[in-house]
């Protein structure tokens, strides 16, 4: 069975060690206890969605790009196709033109498939 909490922490987790970061830094730059951001990588506590925020903002993801992470590893779980698609609005900031920073994050989270 596919628990979510435990999804969200494992994408929270991959992006803080793919940006080679401890949990003491990013704990302290999401102003949360270190223990405590240790539970949710974990996946032993529920991150609510203002905690989800500011982890998201620490780490400088979008939290849109970790929740589709999320889904898309639900889908995967669920045995379900996933479109590999970007929706029309968001071709803009990947291609360079507008928001790098969003670009870069996307590169952060790694692919399934």
């Known amino acids: 069975m596919v628990v979510l909490r435990r999804e969200i922490g494992d994408v929270l987790r991959d992006a803080r060690q ?3 970061r401890t949990l003491r830094e990013v704990s302290s730059a999401a102003r949360v206890s270190l223990g405590y951001l240790s539970e949710v990588e974990r996946g032993q ?3 609510s ?3 989800l925020g500011s982890i998201c903002d620490a780490l400088d993801v979008p939290m849109s790009l970790v929740l589709r992470e999320v889904s898309d590893r639900i889908a995967v779980a669920e045995r379900l196709l996933i479109p590999d698609t970007i929706p029309f609005e968001l071709t ?7 928001d790098a920073g969003w670009a870069r994050a996307r590169a952060e ?3 399934i498939g």
């Open 49 to 51: 969605s203002e905690l």
């Open 109 to 111: 989270l790694a692919a």
């Open 45 to 47: 506590k529920e991150a």
């Open 92 to 98: 803009a900031s990947l291609d360079g033109t507008s």
């Open 18 to 20: 793919r940006q080679r």
